[in-house]
């Protein structure tokens, strides 16, 4: 609803995480580089962690994204609270192997030779497993026995695991000393610095449509970027109700005093985005608040709403 009033075409802000919003500094650049060349080189286990909220499944997005387009099969697994056999079949179903049996043995042996005709052809696969720190030591065993399929030179199966920094601790178990030793390459999404964020939050206009008119004053956005922690996904939720905010008060500029509204309403301290909690707000703020959340879920809908009338035939369009 606050888009043409600020000029957008999009939601600059949206949660999701959306490749072509991807915000290059030098360490997404760094991990990007990384997971590339790992899969490309045929380096079996890549390791991909950081913070919540640092970016890690938008820049995995964004390599999904480049391996389609090269035409590399990939498995994408995003929910980790699977056992060995739901691992093994969302796996195989995500590559789109056919296996009648259910019989570990025998679903082993069909990806191998899947695997190997690939390699024939000249291609490569690669299973890349999101939030990976909820892995049981099972499931974690398990895909370390993956890295075995491979020719007397190169890994059939490239492996990207990817996980917040208690993955980092989980990996350093005796029990799991042997997948430690496998992992070949290691990279790592970080929070954003003072002008990153600010290149952030404009990159992010740019790319929904803005003119470069200013929406954002400067000190609004050293505020965003103290009461986030520098963290995109906590940056993304300040701008998005600060922009709200605003927009119900209809100013074209969003100054201070509506991040540090907006930064209360969601319990921010002062540049502790993990969690210090401030006093309560107002009665006004909050039922000011609630019309915000309001609106927004009816920007949701409506948006949603065109989407869905895109896909319909034309006889079924009112």
Known sequence: MYKEFYGLRANPFNVNPDPRYLFLTRHTEEALACLTYGIQ???????????VGTGKTTLINKLLEWLRLQQVATAF????RLNTPQFLDYMMADFGIPCDSK????ILLRLYNWLLDRYRAG???VLIV????????????????LTNLETFTEKLLQIVL???PE????LKQPQLRQLRQRLTLRAKTHPLTLEETKAYVQQRLRIAGSNGQQIFEPESVVAIHRYADGIPRVINLLCEHCLVSAFVDQQKTIAPSVVDGVARDFDLGQGTAAGVMTAP??????????????????ASLADRLREEDKDLPKERKL
Do not use: H, Y
């Open 123 to 125: 291609e490569t696969a």
């Open 167 to 170: 993955l980092e601790q989980k």
């Open 77 to 80: 697994i995003f929910n980790s």
């Open 103 to 106: 019989a570990k043995s025998q």
């Open 281 to 298: 707000p107002p009665a006004e703020d909050r039922e000011k608040f609630d019309l915000v959340e309001a609106l927004r879920s009816l």
């Open 162 to 164: 990817v996980g917040q």
């Open 130 to 145: 999101d939030e990976a720190q909820n892995l049981t030591d099972e499931v974690l065993e398990e895909i370390r026995m």
């Open 41 to 51: 080189s045929r380096k079996g286990f890549v390791l991909l962690t950081g913070e």
